[in-house]
Nanobody, 122 residues
Framework: QVQLRESGGGSVQAGGSLRLSCAAARNVDVMGWFRQAPGKRREGVACENSGVTFYANSVMGRFTISRDNTKAMVYLQMDDLKPEDTAIYYC????????????????????WGQGTQVTVSS
């Protein structure tokens, strides 16, 4: 496992933007972002492995995942936010098994951050 720490959540009006950041204790090949809305299961939003990305259909074209491996950081740029994007967002990593970005976003995660709240108002 690897320790992860998110920052950057907050409240924004629909159509606005937020950028989430996650600092990992060390570089990991596969990292990503999940979210969990009240009453719903946690879902993979965006994942990345060696430059290959996977996005959930609901965020395609609006969210962008990026990495800075020199700093062991992963980011999630969220644009054109919608009320349905409201959720707790979790940084995630798969530190022990080789996995593609899509497989990780399907739930193959062994490390979680503490979560950061994103609230989008209409």
């Amino acid at each position: 496992q690897v320790q992860l720490r998110e920052s950057g959540g907050g409240s924004v009006q629909a159509g606005g933007s937020l950028r989430l950041s996650c600092a990992a204790a060390r570089n990991v090949d596969v990292m990503g972002w999940f979210r969990q809305a009240p009453g719903k299961r946690r879902e993979g939003v965006a994942c990345e492995n060696s430059g290959v990305t996977f996005y959930a259909n609901s965020v395609m074209g609006r969210f962008t995942i990026s990495r800075d491996n020199t700093k062991a950081m992963v980011y999630l740029q969220m644009d054109d936010l919608k009320p349905e994007d409201t959720a707790i967002y979790y940084c995630a990593a798969q530190a022990n098994f080789p996995a593609s970005a899509s497989v990780m976003c399907g739930g193959l995660v062994d490390s979680w951050g503490q979560g950061t709240q994103v609230t989008v108002s209409s």
